[in-house]
């Protein structure tokens, strides 16, 4: 794990504040996911060792996290997540907004836009908008659908670690097949 600050000099319970109170003044557009974005770094940075804090959380890889915020039916949740390395999710996209910072590792993260007029239930037509590698301290964001289809992996050879903030419950929306140009609606969350 990188060296964390062992000094909380901005906490969770800070950040969820200004989260809230982002939302309030400018609802989840991509001004006030940059801000939200903006103090999701800071967090990483001045927030302690996140990875030892909030409950234990099993994600949906199948790895360890850690439930930082989380409200049954609230407007977002917080967590710690991890990736596994060469393992890309799914192309897909989510239900609601969603804001990440690295904390260790290294990311792939790419991000599509539908360019079919979405009139074809089953049909997608992507393209790629951005496709790159993050570390610790990038952030970035995806917005409510359509503008949110995108798959994430860790690079190298051990697991990434996420400070993860999702809209919602963090719902999946859709599974994309590229090579067939459909998609499909992501199984339900278990309860």
């Known amino acids: 794990m990188a060296t964390q600050s062992e000094k909380i000099t901005y906490s969770v319970d800070e950040f ?23 103090n999701l770094r800071r967090l990483v940075m001045e927030g302690g060792d996140l ?10 890889v199948g790895l360890p996290g850690r439930w930082l ?17 060469d393992k890309p999710t799914p192309v897909h996209s989510h239900n609601r907004w969603g804001v990440e910072c690295v904390i260790d590792g290294e990311e792939r ?16 037509e992507l393209k790629v908008v951005s496709d790159g590698v993050m570390t610790r301290g990038d952030v ?23 400070a993860l903030l999702m809209g919602g419950d963090g719902s999946r929306q859709h599974i994309f097949d590229l090579d067939k140009g459909t998609y499909e609606d992501a199984p339900a969350r278990p309860s």
Request: aromatic residues 10%.
């Open 16 to 38: 969820v504040f200004d989260v809230k109170d982002i939302i309030g003044q400018q609802s989840t557009g991509p001004r006030a996911l940059d801000a939200i974005g903006s």
């Open 51 to 60: 990875t030892k804090q909030g409950v234990e959380a099993e994600s949906s």
């Open 69 to 85: 915020h989380r409200v049954p039916g609230g407007d977002f949740q917080l967590s710690v997540t991890y990736f596994p390395p």
């Open 109 to 124: 993260f790419t991000v599509w836009e539908r360019i079919d007029d979405q009139g074809s239930a089953g049909k997608a």
């Open 140 to 162: 970035r964001a995806w917005y409510d659908p359509p503008k949110n289809v995108h798959r994430q992996w860790a690079q190298g050879d051990k697991p990434v670690c996420l």
